[in-house]
């Protein structure tokens, strides 16, 4: 079996065969999974402590060269490690059940803009009422509306990044010069489909909405206001919570990176300080989260490299 596809804002119209296929992305029909572990460190509403259980998904639609996973997220055909397996739909949503019955506050899907058709099917209604804990997906933010509207009542939390507002990094860095207009429609669409963000009374526990995330890239700052000026003219106070990353870690071992000027080192105290400023000044975001500085550090990435972690 196998498909031409078209989910993406690539629109490649490229077949995908059984484990790969030629697209942009290189994904094929059955998911490809990268890793499975406990992660302790994502934003503090998606856990009570006992943290997040991320499924993390092999290869990307964006690719970006600053990449943080750049061991699992290039294409599938190109990436420098093996995936871990590849599932059906039908075994990804028993992936999904099991890892909601491990004691984790919630279960992620990480990164997985490149099988939304396939972690639909995954996600039957059986399959929809034996999954324990609130479902989260994240996102590159790079999606079509149409495949989104796939996952309409299957995902309770979606966590788009929205990486860039103009053109320029958007093209240098991804690819994808129209990236700005295509995370807008997949925020607005993942927001039309959860509504305002709900939380567990007792725990603050998110129950359901939309988590926006945006990476602070060095030399870049007026991008990152332009994100938080997007967020705080189109969402109302409480309906939306903004997550603000400073954990940007230059990949130096990547000649793109080393021999670039702003990419090649970390963001600074005083971009750090501006951004935050920046934020805390707008009055409708009103849930938000920043992260400390200290979070660009390799220690906060996963290690893809070391042995698998089925339970
Ligand atoms: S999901 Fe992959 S194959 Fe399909 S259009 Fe997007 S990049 Fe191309």
Same mark, same amino acid.
């Given at each position: ?27 094929? %029909?059955? /998911? ?9 460190? %994502? ?24 990449? !943080? ?7 599938? *055909? ?11 739909? =039908? ?21 997985g803009?490149?099988y939304?058709? &396939?972690? =639909?099917e ?6 929809? +009422? *034996? ?22 009542? +299957? ?6 990044? #929205?990486?860039?507002?103009? @053109?320029?990094?958007? &093209?240098?860095?991804? !690819? ?5 207009? *295509?995370?807008? @429609? ?12 709900? #939380?567990?009374?007792?725990?603050y ?8 995330r ?20 189109? #969402?109302r ?9 400073? &954990? ?16 090649? *080192?970390?963001?600074? =105290? ?18 938000? #989260?920043? !992260? ?5 550090? %390799?220690?906060f /990435? ?8 089925? &339970?």
């Amino acid at each position: 079996m196998s498909y031409l596809c078209s989910d993406c804002p690539r629109e490649c119209g490229a077949v995908r065969n059984e484990y790969t296929g030629e697209g942009f992305c290189g994904a094929g %029909e059955k /998911i490809a999974v990268a890793k499975i572990m406990r992660h302790m460190w %994502e934003e503090p509403v998606l856990s009570t402590g006992n943290g997040t259980e991320n499924i993390f998904i092999y290869g990307c639609n964006l690719g970006c060269v600053y990449c !943080q996973n750049y061991k699992i997220n290039g294409s599938l *055909r190109t990436s420098e490690l093996p995936p871990l397996t590849y599932l059906t739909p =039908a075994e990804f949503g028993e992936l999904l059940v099991e890892r909601s019955e491990t004691g984790a506050d919630t279960v992620g899907i990480v990164t997985g803009d490149h099988y939304i058709r &396939q972690i =639909a099917e995954a996600i039957t209604p059986d399959v929809k +009422k *034996r999954i324990k804990t609130p479902l989260v997906l994240n996102m590159s933010g790079y999606s079509k509306p149409e495949t989104l509207a796939l996952l309409n009542g +299957k995902i309770d939390i979606f966590m788009p990044d #929205f990486k860039y507002v103009s @053109e320029k990094p958007a &093209q240098e860095y991804s !690819q994808a010069p129209d990236y700005p207009a *295509r995370a807008v @429609e997949t925020i607005k669409k993942c927001f039309e489909m959860t509504g305002p963000a709900t #939380f567990d009374e007792k725990t603050y526990l998110m129950k359901s909405g939309v988590i926006i995330r945006h990476l602070i890239l060095p030399g870049w700052f007026r991008n990152t206001a332009g994100v938080i000026d997007f967020v705080n003219e189109n #969402f109302r106070p409480d309906e939306v919570v903004f997550s603000l990353m400073s &954990q940007y870690t230059p990949m130096n071992s990547i000649p793109e990176i080393s021999s670039n000027p702003r990419l090649s *080192r970390r963001i600074s =105290a005083v971009e750090h300080k501006a951004a935050i400023d920046y934020l805390l000044a707008c009055e409708n975001i009103t849930m938000c #989260f920043c !992260q400390d500085r200290a979070s660009s550090s %390799e220690e906060f /990435i996963p290690d893809f490299d070391g042995s698998e972690t089925f &339970q």
